[in-house]
């Protein structure tokens, strides 16, 4: 029984989520409470899920871009910014061109899903490699929001648009949570019950390969950085609305680091081919909770980087496929000194 836990695909993900939490329950002894405020819940445990909706956004695209090409996106922390940014001009008070809250949100959703198609030609037609290719707007795209908000901060004064950051009405929870799980039990499904998912791991494994059994390998990897970007741009809007302002330096700023190592942590290979997203899912909420854990222990944001890097290594090196043959090892070799014992 055990041994077959432990061998599950999710055992080390569910595993480096559980010892995380762990700590907080030695730490920090109100880590787990939760009550209502304003109608609200309320409690880091919500924080991590609320605050965390829009990495698990991204998570899920980077984890698409992942298996179909066996590369990441770097971009998508700029073109949620980018598309954020668009929002809150076209929403902007007094501006000639403001629009409609709606109106607002598909065009910076279309202003996305442009990048990725941008991205996607340069990776799936040009055959660049994909951090290579999503360098340019990594940098294009941080920079058309600073030009969008004159490089400061672009408050706008929309209760609409601050609302997409509140709660449910008539349910105490926020609604940025319902985008991010809504969102990937649609990707999840839609993945499961078709074919798309085979297809994705099949590009990712054997691009060539696939092509010749009938794939359209080009469609499957313009597919997968298009809807990486539409779910940035999502992000974005949402990172907008929850300070009720556009902040083209600030906004999901290194939000793809953080996208990348929940990938890793979700147990996926980096070099694309068969993936989890359940995993994913798992890394992101892992990545968001350490960084709350943090805070909730006085860590300044200065120094937060350097013991979030520290924790992630320990918790990618347990990962690793080194440690996990070394551990192998490990039990066969108990396996048989129990035989010669038993003998």
Do not use: W
């Not at 029984?1 to 695909?9: I, N, V």
């Not at 996607?120 to 795209?141: D, E, N, R």
Request: aromatic letters at 6%.
């Amino acid at each position: 029984m055990l041994r077959k836990m432990t061998s599950h695909k999710l055992f080390m993900p569910v595993f480096c989520l559980a010892m995380v939490l762990l700590v907080n329950v030695i730490m920090t002894p109100t880590f787990f409470q939760i009550t209502i405020r304003e109608g609200v819940f309320y409690g880091y445990m919500i924080d991590i899920l609320n605050r965390g909706s829009e990495l698990i956004l991204i998570t899920i695209g980077m984890t698409l871009v992942g298996a179909s090409c066996g590369g990441v996106d770097i971009s998508v922390g700029s073109v949620a910014a980018f598309s954020g940014a668009l929002c809150c001009i076209c929403l902007g008070d007094g501006a000639a061109y403001r629009m409609p809250l709606v109106a607002a949100f598909v065009l910076s959703l279309l202003l996305a899903a442009l990048c990725g198609l941008f991205n996607g030609f340069l990776v799936a037609k040009l055959q660049i490699q994909p951090m290579v290719a999503t360098l340019i707007l990594y940098t294009a795209a941080r920079g058309g929001a600073q030009l969008l908000t004159n490089g400061g901060v672009y408050t706008i004064k929309v209760p609409k648009f601050k609302s997409l950051a509140g709660a449910i009405p008539g349910i105490p929870l926020q609604i940025p949570i319902a985008i991010a799980f809504i969102t990937f039990l649609i990707v999840f499904v839609i993945l499961e019950r078709t074919a798309l998912k085979m297809s994705i791991e099949a590009v990712g494994m054997n691009r060539k390969a696939a092509k010749l059994v009938g794939i359209k390998t080009e469609r499957i990897i313009f597919g997968c950085f298009v809807i990486t970007a539409i779910l940035a741009g999502i992000a974005g809007v949402i990172s907008c609305a929850r300070i009720g302002a556009a902040d083209a330096t600030n906004n999901n700023a290194s939000i793809e680091m953080d996208a990348i190592l929940a990938f890793a942590l979700g147990g996926n290979l980096m070099s694309g081919g068969k993936f989890s997203l359940t995993g994913s899912l798992i890394g992101a909420i892992t990545i968001q909770t350490l960084t709350t854990s943090l805070y909730a222990l006085n860590v300044s944001a200065a120094q937060l980087p350097l013991y979030k890097a520290l924790i992630v290594i320990v918790i990618v090196a347990i990962q690793s496929p080194g440690v996990q043959e070394m551990i192998a090892r490990l039990k066969k070799k108990k396996e048989a000194e129990r035989q010669v014992m038993a003998e």
